[in-house]
């Protein structure tokens, strides 16, 4: 099970910091990932972290803006969100793939219930 929150009502420019608590699995066996869909709009890859936390990924429209991490021993993932926009508001869902290695949002097999944020101008 994958629990996300966090998300709120920010202004553009600041900053949210996303959790995602993991239970019933060996979280550490699992590649985490940040995935968005915005209202009309596909879902899009945000973020992924290997499975150790020595290895990151990132879409090219959040790169230099947002980092994610992880605590193995808090079976948490977190992303923190700096310089935020308002083409960054969506629905945020954190989402756990065996496998390293692409873009794909069907590639995660496992997702949590999402958190809203909503960026205003």
């Known amino acids: 099970q994958l629990q996300a929150s966090g998300g709120g009502l920010v202004q553009a420019g600041g900053s949210l910091r996303l959790s995602c608590a993991a239970s019933?699995?060996?979280?550490?066996?699992?590649?985490m990932g940040w995935l968005r869909q915005a209202p009309g709009k596909e879902r899009e890859f945000v973020a992924a972290?290997?499975?150790?936390?020595?290895?990151?990924s990132y879409g090219d429209s959040v790169k230099g803006r947002f980092t994610v991490s992880r605590d193995n021993a808090k079976n948490t993932v977190y992303l923190q969100m700096n310089s935020l926009k308002p083409e960054d508001t969506a629905v945020y869902y954190c989402?756990?793939?065996?496998?390293?290695?692409?873009?794909?949002?069907?590639?995660?097999?496992?997702w949590g219930q999402g958190t809203e944020v909503t960026v205003s101008s």
């Open positions: 019933g699995r060996t979280f550490s066996n699992y590649v």
């Open positions: 989402a756990a793939r065996t496998l390293w290695g692409g873009v794909d949002p069907l590639t995660y097999g496992y």
């Open positions: 972290i290997s499975w150790s936390g020595d290895s990151t």
